[in-house]
């Protein structure tokens, strides 16, 4: 839990989570420092409101991730009023859910939701067909274009904003744009960036705005430091018609990358009129010195963030530093420290590491390994993303939506012995017959004439079972099972099977395909917190900082605080970027609620930064964070073993006035 409250009253809510909760102006905003009780004053409010007579499904929580919209549903429910739940969800699937429930208001009926990887493979295919982009590929091309999307930049300014050292001809990436924007259309497709953007631009339509906002009494908007412009875009028609109730951390936004909009929660008074602010600074999760050197962090930023955490918990323990000569030999002390801790007694769920990024945690999971820890990894691969669900879900999605061809291209490469053009062939004799008034059925009995039986059965038996979702599922995977089996065999394919049988339980309670497949693309859910958790439930927990919101453990090791990682390479030059990097920090730094133990490696040469613009520009020689950090704030051991000094050379040994570094041609 992120943070609980006191019980300074009966409700268990101190005097600034009190006012937060039963606050009764029409729009708020409530500063939330690292764990001073955000999902507790978010559940109390939801609670207030239902006590006040608000019908549970007129109030609408909002998160940026499954795990915090499930946490909210689970605290908020009243087991008496079990048919209304709170309806909390993503914001993506929140959008998604308005577009499906009223195509006559929306549009888009049939469409399809595609994730990265089928957006990547149909820019591939504008690409491959003549709208090459010097300079840029496929990933990249998406990347600004769905920047561009988020930060309602043009394309122009955002390829300054991405790749601002690279000569990029905006026409030319203009026209693959405009393909590839066609090409969805063609194939009804909608990207994660259209499902937001339908939702604003018919929110645009007053009538419309009204009609939705009239649904709800108050709409509940968590870490709103994350919303980014076009976000904004759906909130902004709607303020007139709702309450909004949102709570963030100007502190905790790391995720300007994405398009988040750092500077939009200092300015919510103004965007929203009448907004009252209030702050959240007791915090409940970590002791005094965590907090010291958190908020030392943030008093070097010029920024002025005006945030100092108290800690209600009292003294404790002072933050480590531990400095040592490789990441290896990091990853092995690390390990040694949650052997001994279990050898004193403590469970593995003590224990959160926080790493920058799913690579620089491989040395410590190959040595979480080695000594037969248990773990889950936060942020590493989307269940619905890898490779052999994708395989499974091609012959629902096919299913589904006739026209998909990325689905269709993924699903017949799959047979043997067909390639991509035979498999082009058929998607084509698929549209042809369509186009022709041939059903769904009929198309593909005349297009896969000439391919194995079982797939033509398999995917009738899995139209057949269309409204049954976890049954339409167990038949597109026993269908490719001998297909599966053999691709994976050499990829650890039972574990991969495993995975199957947790997506046939995922799919149990969905209506459909499409509500199946978009619920879990749009608000995904890690492959390994399904399959990798032991079942007693006690294991260590691995977590990149962005995935990290939420987490809180007794102990929290920040691994991998080095020069040239806080900040990172990329972001110097950019003093937003460089701010932003602070925060990452920050979030990691505040996991921690006993003992906080921060890990780097030493070898490093000083990184210059140029930050700012104009009179106040100029050069910062060590942008690294803890360069100036104060040693009474943590402390300090370092693990690199000295070395013994070379011994002199004898008497004698004479410099040669020059070495012949010529090579012996021989007979040339």
Not at 234 to 239: E, F, G, M, N, Y
Not at 479 to 501: F, G, I, S, T
Not at 608 to 629: I, K, Q
Not at 632 to 642: F, S
């Amino acid at each position: 839990m992120a943070g609980a409250g006191t019980s300074e009253g009966g409700d268990g809510l101190n005097q600034a989570q009190r006012a937060a909760v039963e606050t009764g102006a029409s729009h708020n905003l409530v500063l939330a420092g690292a764990g001073t009780g955000k999902t507790t004053t978010i559940v109390a409010r939801i609670r207030h409101l239902i006590k006040g007579g608000a019908a549970p499904d007129r109030i609408l929580a909002l998160t940026f991730t499954r795990r915090a919209a499930a946490e909210i549903r689970s605290r908020v429910q009243d087991p008496a009023r079990a048919s209304s739940p709170v309806p909390a969800m993503t914001f993506h699937a929140w959008a998604m859910r308005e577009v499906r429930t009223s195509p006559d208001v929306f549009g888009y009926d049939g469409w399809s939701v595609i994730d990265a990887d089928d957006q990547l493979q149909v820019m591939r295919g504008v690409l491959g067909r003549g709208k090459r982009v010097e300079g840029l590929k496929a990933a990249q091309i998406i990347g600004v274009l769905s920047f561009a999307r988020n930060t309602r930049r043009t394309l122009a300014d955002a390829i300054a904003a991405k790749h601002p050292d690279a000569e990029i001809d905006a026409k030319v990436l203009g026209e693959a744009v405009r393909a590839y924007e066609a090409r969805k259309r063609e194939r009804r497709y909608l990207d994660y960036d259209d499902v937001l953007a339908v939702c604003a631009a018919r929110l645009k339509d007053p009538a419309v705005a009204a009609w939705v906002g009239g649904h709800y009494d108050e709409i509940l908007i968590d870490e709103m430091q994350d919303t980014n412009p076009l976000q904004w875009a759906i909130i902004d028609p709607l303020v007139t018609h709702t309450r909004f109730y949102c709570v963030g951390d100007d502190a905790q936004s790391i995720y300007g990358f994405r398009g988040a909009d750092f500077a939009s929660i200092h300015s919510f008074g103004e965007r929203v009129p009448g907004a009252r602010v209030l702050r959240l600074e007791d915090n409940y999760r970590s002791t005094q010195e965590i907090l010291d050197l958190s908020n030392w962090l943030l008093e070097q930023s010029p920024l002025h963030y005006g945030k100092h955490l108290r800690a209600v918990r009292g003294s404790g323990a002072k933050p480590e530093l531990h400095s040592f000569e490789t990441p290896q030999d990091e990853a092995g002390w690390i390990t040694g420290e949650l052997l001994r801790a279990r050898d004193d007694g403590l469970p593995w769920s003590t224990h959160l590491i926080l790493v920058r990024t799913n690579y620089s945690g491989r040395a410590i999971e190959a040595r979480l390994v080695e000594n037969d820890i248990p773990y889950v990894f936060f942020g590493g691969t989307k269940l619905l993303e890898s490779r052999h669900v994708r395989d499974v879900l091609s012959a629902l999605r096919v299913i589904a939506n006739p026209d998909d061809e990325v689905a269709w291209m993924r699903l017949l490469t799959l047979v043997p012995r067909v390639g991509d053009v035979t498999a082009a062939r058929a998607f084509d004799a698929v549209l042809a017959a369509r186009a022709d008034g041939a059903s769904a059925r009929d198309a593909r009995a005349g297009a896969l004439a000439a391919l194995p039986g079982w797939l033509r059965a398999g995917l009738d038996a899995i139209e057949e079972a269309a409204g049954q979702v976890d049954d339409a599922v167990g038949r597109a995977a026993a269908m490719l099972q001998p297909v599966l089996a053999h691709k994976y065999r050499n990829e650890n394919w039972d574990a991969r099977a495993r995975d199957l049988a947790h997506v046939e339980r995922l799919a149990a309670t969905r209506g459909s395909i499409t509500e199946f497949i978009e619920e879990f693309l749009l608000s995904p859910v890690f492959a390994s917190e399904l399959t990798a958790e032991p079942k007693d439930g006690d294991h260590v927990i691995v977590s990149t900082v962005h995935s990290a919101k939420g987490l809180e453990r007794d102990w929290a090791f920040c691994a991998g605080v080095s020069a040239g990682a806080y900040p990172s390479a990329r972001s110097l030059g950019d003093v937003n970027e460089l701010e932003e990097e602070r925060r990452v920090l920050y979030v990691a730094l505040t996991r921690a609620r006993d003992r906080l133990a921060v890990t780097r490696t030493v070898a490093h040469t000083p990184v210059r930064a140029w930050v700012g613009t104009g009179a106040s520009a100029g050069f910062v020689e060590d942008a690294y964070f803890l360069g100036t950090l104060p040693e009474l704030l943590v402390r300090e051991t370092v693990h690199v073993p000295g070395r013994a000094p070379r011994p002199a050379p004898p008497p004698g040994l004479a410099v040669p006035a020059e070495v012949d570094l010529s090579v012996d041609l021989g007979e040339l």
